[in-house]
């Protein structure tokens, strides 16, 4: 198996919920000893829109997707997929601020968060991501974000966040490059350290 598969089935599931009218994380489960019903069972990524739109139809969807080969996926929804207002495009999304911990980050999460987005929330100070995200998710009383570790000048550091966050939620929607130091020229004519 690809190693990037289980990153590339999640998104596939949380568009393939978008056209029932549901929004959902997705959480690929490194292990799954205990699968949460109803199950869908696909025998490869290949068939998972097949198998799907075959098995699955407004307004339930499976708990539990297990792609053989892959790994299992857990769906939670997390409100409707069509949006009322300007506000409600945020709303159920997954977005990955750098440099989230303090700062303009920080109040970039808090906005985030307050609109009904989940926050990743990436800093090289992983303890004060760590504290504002026990702050938000205590004052929400259920989990709105998570702190994850990132050196944005480390290309490795980088896809190590993106992996984590893809494992716990399932993937980024919007992404919010706050960290960093100003460099005044071209994207392309950058290094990617720059």
């Known amino acids: 198996m690809n190693p990037l598969t289980p990153f590339l089935v999640a998104p596939r599931l949380r568009g393939l919920a978008s056209r029932l ?10 292990e799954d000893p205990v699968s949460v019903a109803p199950v869908l069972d696909v025998p490869s990524a290949d068939d998972l829109e ?13 708990a539990t997707v297990r792609v053989a080969g892959v790994g299992s996926f857990r769906l939670t929804v997390s409100g409707p997929a069509r949006s009322a207002s300007r506000d409600d495009v945020i709303r159920g999304k997954v977005a990955v601020v750098t440099g989230g911990a303090q700062g303009f980050g920080e109040e970039i999460t808090r906005g985030l968060i307050a609109h009904g987005a989940f926050v990743a929330i990436a800093d090289l100070n992983l303890a004060g991501a760590q504290r504002l995200a026990d702050e938000l ?17 480390q290309e490795d550091s980088v896809a190590a966040m993106v992996d984590a966050v893809t494992a716990e939620v399932g993937g980024t929607d919007l992404f919010v490059s706050n960290a960093g130091v100003l460099k005044a020229m071209p994207l392309v004519d950058q290094d990617v350290k720059s």
């Open 50 to 62: 097949a198998v799907w739109t075959k098995h699955v139809s407004a307004p339930s969807l499976p």
């Open 137 to 153: 998710n205590g004052r929400a009383g259920a989990a709105v974000s998570m702190a994850v570790a990132v050196n944005v000048s």
């Open 21 to 30: 009218g549901h929004r959902v994380y997705v959480r690929y489960l490194v």
